[in-house]
Every structure is written in structure tokens, then in C-alpha cells.
């Protein structure tokens, strides 16, 4: 399934152990999905571009201001006003024409979000709202398909991966409440732009791992990064009993 031009290409992961030549198949027949364009979109996007992830959907409504050029590393200054998810798309194609890569310009919800995300193999949340993430693991619990969730703001950041195919994976709602969250936005307390770069590249090797089967993905373990004193600390995390999304879906299913 792989040519003289894609072994060439991906030699550099081929010849890793345990991955080699099945691996690269499996990300070649990966579908994608990758909600959100900015700051962790776009190191996710350009990872799994580059390594090869067969078909990458880019979700993102939004348009490419210049305050966004700080961390938004798959934008120039010529991409002002462009659409998001249509230029990083673009960037992606360029780094990688082997590759299908289709942009949505418009936000999902309700049976178009359902719709994708069962249609992926793999969900990659990077966007930057708790109503998303909440959508997104509801459809990612519904359609049995593993998330891939990160966040970051001022200079902290997190990251997990929630796989509903594995009956003791938490999901995304037994680590958060969707009443009582105080939502902040970078633009009212700030983010430093190597952050979300560093968040954004981890998810992209959860990604890689959940699609090829090679390491330990983050399943039941929450990472936490303090980038200002170069902390990592990882908690454990068990799936709430009482949960309303995943709990509820189990005893129904």
C-alpha cells in the first residue's frame, strides 16, 4: 500500500521499531478530524500532514487576525483575514500532496458534529471553548471513536486521550462538569505562543499512537505542563460512575 515515493518519504518512522511499515499503513488509512485551527490546530495539523495521516478534516470558523500570528504558526502575514481551516489546509496540502486534506468553514453542531465525528477514526480537540469540548465528547462517546483532547492557556497547559473502545477509559465529562465552569479566552488572559506548540505536538503523538497501536497513549492519565518552571505532572484519572455521557452509554449499550 505504500510507494517508492511514500517509503522514501516516511523511511525516518519506518525504521523505528515497532512501527515500521504497518504503522505507516495505518496512518495512511486514518481518518482525522480536527476541530479547531489556531493555536494547537495548527502543530497538529502539520505533524500528521507531514507524518503521513491519510485524511485530515479541519474544522474552524474563524478568520486569521494578526494577534494570531504569535502562536498560530501555520499563518503569515499574508494569510490576514483568510479563513482558518481553508489556509491551514492549504499549508498542509503544500508539506504533503500525498495526502487528503479537506477544510469545514463553518461551526458543527448537533447531527452534522455526530455526522464527522463517526465518520473519523480518531478526534483531535483543539479548540479553545468548553461548550466544543463537551460536544465533542458526547459524539466521541456515541460513535465509540477516541478523542484526542488538549488545552492551553497563559503558560499552562493540559492533555489527555479518551477512548471510549476501552471499558475503564474515562471520558472528557468525568474530568470536567459542565455547570460551574468559568470560561477564559487567550484573548483576556494571555497565552505564550511555544505553549500551545508544545500541547499541539503532544496531541499529535497521542494521535499517532492511538491510530498505529505503538507506545502507551494517555488513556486514564491527565497531563499537566507549568511551562514557565518547565513542570510536567501527570495525574491519574478513573471514569466517574455516575457519569451522565459515558456511564450512562455503557449500561445502555
Request: proline content about 4%; some cysteine.
Amino acid at each position: 500500500m505504500l510507494d517508492d515515493e511514500e517509503l522514501l518519504r516516511y523511511s525516518r518512522q519506518i525504521l523505528l521499531p515497532n512501527f515500521d511499515i504497518n504503522g505507516q499503513v495505518r496512518l495512511k488509512s486514518a481518518r482525522v478530524l480536527i476541530v479547531g485551527a489556531g493555536g494547537l490546530g495548527c502543530p497538529v495539523a502539520l505533524y500528521l500532514g507531514a507524518a503521513g495521516a491519510g485524511h485530515l478534516t479541519i474544522v474552524d470558523d474563524d478568520r486569521i487576525e494578526l494577534a494570531n500570528l504569535q502562536r498560530q504558526i501555520a499563518f503569515d502575514q499574508h494569510s490576514l483575514d483568510s479563513g482558518k481551516a481553508e489556509a491551514l489546509a492549504a499549508r498542509v496540502r503544500n508539506l504533503n500532496p500525498d495526502i487528503s486534506v479537506v477544510a469545514i468553514a463553518s461551526r458543527l453542531a448537533d447531527q452534522q458534529l455526530e455526522q464527522q465525528v463517526a465518520a473519523a477514526s480518531l478526534v483531535i480537540d483543539c479548540s479553545d471553548n468548553f461548550a466544543t469540548r463537551f460536544a465533542l465528547n458526547r459524539a466521541s462517546v456515541a460513535a465509540s471513536v477516541p478523542l484526542v483532547a488538549g488545552a492551553a492557556i497563559r503558560g499552562e497547559g493540559q492533555l489527555s486521550v479518551y477512548d471510549p473502545r476501552d471499558a475503564a477509559s474515562p471520558c472528557y465529562h468525568c474530568l470536567y462538569s459542565e455547570q460551574g465552569n468559568e470560561e477564559l479566552s487567550c484573548s483576556q488572559a494571555g497565552v505564550i505562543g511555544p505553549l500551545v506548540g508544545m500541547i499541539g505536538a503532544c496531541q499529535a503523538m497521542e494521535a499517532i499512537k492511538v491510530i498505529t497501536g505503538v507506545g502507551k497513549p494517555l488513556v486514564g492519565r491527565l497531563l499537566l505542563l507549568d511551562a514557565w518552571q518547565m513542570e510536567w505532572r501527570e495525574m491519574k484519572l478513573a471514569r466517574d460512575p455516575g457519569c451522565p455521557v459515558c456511564c450512562q452509554r455503557q449500561a445502555t449499550g
